[in-house]
């Protein structure tokens, strides 16, 4: 099989793309003299900046997927690739590996798509109990390369670290400060949420140490409830929720001393950031999706949990029973100084 020009279509969700990174490198140090191009739209190709395994990227409008075919159908084809591999589950993205010409086309075995695949790999029966992370480095034994340790990585600038140490000294933060970073939010929906009013009760027990400065994260649709949230907290806590860029927020959060979150994309940026992490986890899985580097994972594991429902359709009860005092400890855990 050659293998000189090698694309890989990345995952469309933050932390499915995080996660991914380790297969992304393993191909990479297995196929080292190879092109590799990553296949995604704009805020994945944001998201992996600066990662030495990656030498081009194909970038696609996701909100214009429709309109974009015939570009990337042509991209593709005037590439040439030898070897493409899926990090997708969907028909349409191996529909456009086929029709873009890619020669031999890597994928799982799902959503009918054997015929466009010439190397369908069956999903794993205990695939549930198995890391994601896992999951895609099986899909590369086709290729010959080995079940790795490889963990999830991600890349900061120099100079997008001291552009985020220059925005903190705006906020009177610095790095003799101990700096809680706290993601409330959840991009697939709610039921993965922790109330904000354990996050605000959390906050004023953290705020009993004067050398804790907090700041929250978020997107531009969380911002509102967030600041108000915070009303009366004081200057020591600040929300920068839809106030930065993809890469701002890796720049900042990889100042934070730990960083507490609900299961979401932050989440996995902060775990393969190697920051010192608490995870909140209620309506999903985190033995499939976790952190998978050394983490503290708050699951009460109520007996309908996980539903992997967008939004609860009953009482919460998996996220109401963490009280903000648990979290409180496993912060103190991370950070004995506390």
Not at 192 to 213: G, H, I, M, T, Y
Not at 287 to 306: D, N
């Amino acid at each position: 099989m050659d293998t000189n020009k090698i694309i890989i279509r990345m995952p469309n969700w933050l932390g499915d793309a995080v996660m991914a990174t380790a297969a992304l490198e393993d191909v990479k140090s297995h196929f080292s003299s190879s092109q590799v191009t990553v296949l995604c739209h704009e805020a994945i190709a944001s998201l992996l900046q600066a990662n030495p395994s990656i030498d081009h990227y194909l970038v696609f409008d996701k909100n214009k997927k429709e309109s974009e075919k015939k570009r990337i159908y042509q991209a593709l084809q005037e590439e040439r690739f030898d070897l493409g591999i899926l990090l997708t589950n969907s028909f349409s993205s191996a529909w456009w590996f086929y029709k873009g010409g890619v020669k031999s086309r890597v994928g799982y075995n799902s959503h009918f798509r054997r015929p466009l695949l010439t190397s369908a790999v069956p999903i794993r029966k205990n695939h549930e109990k198995e890391h994601q992370v896992i999951a895609y480095k099986h899909l590369l034994s086709p290729l010959g390369i080995p079940l790795s340790t490889t963990a999830p990585h991600l890349y900061v600038r120099t100079e997008e670290e001291a552009q985020a140490k220059k925005l903190l000294a705006s906020l009177q933060i610095s790095s003799s400060h101990i700096l809680i970073g706290i993601n409330p939010l959840a991009a697939y929906g709610d039921a993965k949420c922790w109330p904000l009013d354990r996050f605000r009760a959390l906050s004023e027990k953290l705020l009993q140490n004067p050398q804790v400065r907090i700041i929250y994260i978020g997107d531009p649709s969380g911002r509102e409830s967030i600041e108000k949230n915070l009303l009366g907290l004081g200057p020591r806590v600040v929300s920068l929720a839809g106030k930065t860029s993809l890469r701002e927020l890796l720049a900042l959060m990889n100042q934070c001393t730990c960083f507490v979150t609900n299961d979401s994309g932050p989440m996995h940026i902060a775990s393969a950031l190697h920051i010192p992490l608490v995870a909140l986890f209620g309506s999903t899985n985190e033995i499939k999706t976790g952190p998978y580097e050394k983490a503290i994972v708050i699951h009460k594991h109520v007996a309908c949990s996980p539903c992997y429902q967008r939004h609860c359709p009953i009482d919460f009860r998996c996220m109401k029973t963490i009280a903000a005092e648990e979290v409180f400890q496993a912060i103190k855990t991370e950070i004995p100084a506390l």
